[in-house]
């Protein structure tokens, strides 16, 4: 920090200077060149004291919001508030034909752009942006310098590199030659100045030389990441060890280095050019221009540190990376180069090794990228990982996150997993969120506004970082159980293992659902990690304190990440009985200093503290978790009449759960979101989470009592929400919560619902699919259908005009054709008439031109319907598979058979009234467009495997969805099928023994062969004519045969040629040969 004394004096002289510039060049005629070289010196002494202090080097912030006691802040306060004198040097200045005024104003308007807003000054001086484009590519190197500065800043606005398009692709391959040449003469002058043995002549100066961490090296004076001599400078001191190897002092220009602009040296240059080129790598239109210009060579040249010693360079080099990162082609070519390689040699702490975390970040965005990543050594990821520990505990806050984001998007690969959990590096990822300065103040303590910004993104990070390692984990652990489970009762069949190096994939729910029914007895590693962290403790923490704070945005994200990583360990039985017990406060609730854990989590679920539907779903999973633990009771323990266990044969570890849970409330919590409202979109998933809740509490026999006494299932009120969910397009929530509110009301009350509610979770899933299906179909079909309509109806005319405004076909060569049994499911007819017709399938009787067309189409004598109507047919699957399975029995036998199953069917149909409804629902306002539409979702949701993003619909073709593909199928190609045979027993996976056979039949086609009777002449060529009825054969001789192909039969022969036809091609009217 700055002395007061510095301070005054530096505010006091450029004060001065600005009443100077007032006085003499403002409203006189004085030349400004003395006045601003003196305004330069000031700002550029006090940016090298503002970088002295470290600051965040990705904090692009104006100076006196980064640090508000820093001098440099105050003094670009005092220059920039002068409207004058900023509009001057931006312009006026600018526009003069004076070099010497050009390049200290440029260097001028450089020293000040911390400060400036570059967009809002620069949006209407087009001029003075093209004269810095015009001088970035001069002759004087300082104009220059100093242009491509001023343009590094204003092309960070998207707006302004959209408006100087053009420019910029003219500029960047000039200025990456311009490094190209730089690093070659380099590259000389260095091979010249290197002597035979040079690396002897001070060994003894530098006997003490500084020993820094670079990942995999220990790097010394004559094995150093930075060049010997300025390790030298930096302990010029000797051995004898005035100042520590550790000082401050001597390590400070190896790892910030001096930030000057003046002189313009080539470090200097190539610093501004890196600094113009960050912003242009990031357009997907300059990706050619990198890979022509090989841009990837000059950022290996710059993370060289035995190249290149300048710390500070290489920073700008790497953020250069991180901008050519975010393209997923240079990624690739990046990693394939070995770029991975290059990070271990940047030294560590410096301010490059922090400019590596967005680029590692960027890498891990792409999962191929990442996948490549996982790909390398065991050596380099320990490496890498080694880099992002390190980043976690370095004193950077965009270190920090950037590493914490990278762990977000790596750790769902299993390389890096393993690798993650063998460093300890949960621990270092929980102290980034449990040293956070908002989660340990005091009470009353004031942040100001950035400050709260860094705090909470911080904690929002790590949050989402946590949440994705615990749900990896769940996703291996449920893996391992379920190969376990099919190892036990398939030893034959081989298993699939998660691949380390592709992201993992699993449905969260499904692998909770796993992990609660199999961990009662199971050692999961990372959750008592998470409980000997304390961390039920700590996150409830985070969660009160940032649900207290006023809204901003990415609280209810934040909450819920936090809420998401305890529904994922609330599986194992030690994180239950933590969130049993009661935890303490922050200091920010003096009228309370402890709470019940799970009181936190029931305020969570209520829409008191924060409405938010996800919040309260994750809640919700948590309660889940607790009352829906699985029992142990042993077998063949006492069961209640009312189809409930008893609770006395509950463990008391389940029983303890509940007790907690109903002290707290719960109950009244859980059914007060049954009737739930708002939010609208949620509120048919939070229903059936908390009905789901509340089935776990039925198992006990109190819960069951208190329940039973509830106007909820006295008075009906259940049954009523259970008739329609609060949002038509929540179909799929509102079927689960009717599925559980069935189930609570058979344990509560006793006797079951016999409602249309007993579907099975492949029933719903069908549901939720058919109802996300959107209804695509040919509307030219459909104007051709109501044309053919008309015209069979009489009406001509109407035809005719429809004909004419829809520009259909002259003759309909669409027919609808009666379905066949290859096309439909044949439909049994009983004797007396009644038909079960085939699943969506429209029957129409009769065709044109067939006796009975013209009088609509109708099922049968028994049951007429109108002309224009369409009829829809719905088979269930239970009864009719009845009837097509049935074995052969006698007629009567037969025929009463067919009529029980038909009443059955009736009967069940009715029944389930209120399901169908919710598939079929009749619009009020009834159109064609709606009744096709309720057509083909009909003929949807009768699929075997219905999938919601499906191909047009056809009125003339049954839709039938796709069979879904084996996880173990084997490839349809014979080749791969033979290869993946040798890994795979039953011939390459499952159906490979069908299609081999399929294989080896198909090899078997009917051909003719048509020989020379004679044998006097060689068929030369072939073809068939054009009405494909005829085949005419070429011979050596020149005669032309010709062959009826159904009798295979010699017709004509013809002397063509006198030579031998090669060739031969059908025409109309005559045959063309050669």
Known sequence: MPSSSNQIDALAATAALMERWNRECYQGSATP????????????????AYFKTDPDPFDDRHPGRADPNCTLGHVLKMILKNDDFIRSISHTYLSRDQSDLNVITCRVLLNLMPGLEASAVFKDETSSVNKFFRWAEGRNDQLKSYSIGILSYIMECQENASVYKEQNHKLVPILMRQLHSIIDERKKSSSKTNRPFSQFASSSENAGAVVMDTGDIQTNTHGSALPDHVLADSTSKGAGGEFSNSSWQEMEPLYIQSYQIYPVTPEVQQRLILSYLTPMGEYQELLPEVFQNRAMDIVFHYLDYQKNCDVRLGFAAVRYLASLLCHKKFGIEFINNGGLGKFLSVPRPSLAATGLSLSLYYLAFFEDTMERVCMQSTELLTELLNIILWLLECSHQSGRMHAVMFLSNALAFKAVLTIFDEMDGLRKLYNVLSTSQLLNCEAGTEFTDDQMYVFRQGIRHVAFALKKYYESHACIMADTIRQSVVAHHDRDSPSAELSPYKIMKSSVAEDLALLLECMQKKYWKPAVVFRNLNGV????????????????????????????????CSVYPQIQLELCKTVDLPDHFPDRLSSPAIS?????????????????????????????????????????????????????????????FRQNNGIMVLLKLLGIQAPLTGADA????????????SRSDGMCQIMSKLPLF???????????????????????????????????????????????????RKAEVVAQTKIIYKEKELLQLIHDHLQQKGLDKAAAALQKEANLPVKSCLVVAPPTTSQFFESPVSQHGLQLSSPGAMKPIGTPGTPGSSAGTSLSKSTPISQSSLRFHIKSSPFTSQIYDSPRVSGSAKHLRAKQDIRSLSCNISAKKTTLSAVTDASESMNLDKIITSYFRKQHALCKNPVVTCPPFSLYEPHVCPEPARKNVAPAN????????????????YDGVAMNRKYKYSRFKPIKTYKDVEK???????????????????????????????????????????????????????????
């Not at 409830?540 to 529904?567: F, H, Q």
């Not at 309660?623 to 266990?645: E, F, M, Q, T, Y």
């Not at 599925?739 to 079951?752: D, F, H, M, N, T």
């Not at 014979?974 to 996976?989: F, S």
Request: charged share 20%; hydrophobic share 40%.
């Open 974 to 989: 014979l080749t791969a099928r033979v290869l993946k045979h040798q890994a795979h027993q039953n011939y390459g996976g």
């Open 686 to 697: 939070i229903r059936a989470l908390a009905c789901q809740a509340l089935v776990g509490l």
């Open 33 to 48: 060149i003395d006045i601003l070289k003196s305004l330069c010196e000031i700002v550029e002494q006090q940016t090298e």
């Open 537 to 568: 403790e700590l996150f409830l923490k985070a969660i009160t304190l940032i649900a207290d704070m006023p809204a901003y945005n990415g609280k209810a994200e934040s909450v819920r990440w936090l809420l998401d990583t305890l529904a994922v």
């Open 714 to 764: 006295n008075n009906g009120q259940l049954q009523v929400l259970m008739k329609e969910p609060v949002l038509q397009d929540k179909r799929y929530e509102q079927l689960k919560f009717c599925k559980y509110a069935s189930q609570l009301i058979e344990q509560v009350c006793g006797r079951p619902q016999n409602l249309a509610t007993d579907t099975s979770l492949e029933h719903i």
């Open 1016 to 1074: 006097g002449s060689l068929y030369t060529c072939c073809t068939f004519s054009a009405c494909e009825q005829w085949l005419m054969l070429g011979t050596d001789s020149g005669d032309l045969k010709l062959y009826n192909v159904q009798a295979g039969e010699e017709a004509e022969t013809y002397n063509c040629h006198n030579s031998a036809i090669t060739h031969a091609e059908p025409s109309q009217v005559c045959l063309s040969y050669c």
């Open 600 to 660: 936190i989590i029931l305020a969570m679920a209520d829409t008191d503290i924060l409405c938010d539907a996800e919040v309260q779903k994750s809640a919700l999973n948590i309660i889940i978790n607790l009352v829906c633990a699985p029992s142990d009771k042993p077998p063949g323990s006492s069961v209640h009449r009312r189809g409930r266990s008893n609770s006395a044969t509950q463990s008391p570890f389940l029983q303890s759960l509940w007790d907690a």
